[in-house]
């Protein structure tokens, strides 16, 4: 399952070793995971109930008092769930099941980017307030834009 996430590839002698994150997985992975979280979010700013709405107002308040409190482990484990909140009130099933795979990769690249240049965690805690509010707003072009930022 790891190997299948790329977290882990086989070394010449037949152990696992760490899959290093290499500019060009990078690139291919943000190309892909802007296309799924953009759709996801704009069909989540036109589909989300009140309770999916509370529950991403739950988890936005955790991301913003990881950032109060700068703990990058809460950061991303409140970033992880509230795309899947998001991802879930989507409404769309495909992509809710597509999206979370990517989600081991996506959090090694935040920890990394938000480990080397923490300015951003910041940023990535404020683009989660502009989601938040777009999605709550029913603005379904801004939710999806914002993701990109």
């Given at each position: 399952m790891l190997e299948r996430k790329r977290l882990v590839k086989p070394s010449p002698k037949g152990r696992y070793q760490v899959?290093?994150?290499s500019v060009d997985f990078i690139k291919y992975f943000y190309?892909?995971?802007?296309?799924?979280?953009?759709?996801?979010?704009?069909k989540a700013a036109e589909n989300a109930t009140e309770k999916d709405l509370g529950l991403l107002s739950e988890v936005l308040k955790q991301v913003?008092?990881?950032f109060d409190t700068?703990?990058?482990?809460?950061?991303?484990?409140?970033?992880?769930?509230?795309c899947s909140v998001a991802l879930r009130a989507s409404g769309n099933a495909l992509v809710e099941k597509m999206a979370p795979e990517q989600m081991s990769n996506a959090e090694r690249i935040q920890?990394?980017?938000l480990t080397f240049q923490p300015s951003l965690f910041e940023k990535s805690v404020?683009?989660?307030k502009k989601e938040y509010r777009y999605?709550?707003?029913r603005n379904s072009e801004m939710a999806?834009?914002?993701?990109g930022e």
């Open positions: 899959a290093e994150l190309d892909t995971i802007n296309i799924l979280f953009q759709y996801a979010y704009a913003e008092d990881s700068r703990n990058l482990e809460i950061f991303i484990k409140g970033a992880t769930q509230y920890w990394t980017s404020n683009i989660k999605i709550r707003d999806a834009k914002t993701f």
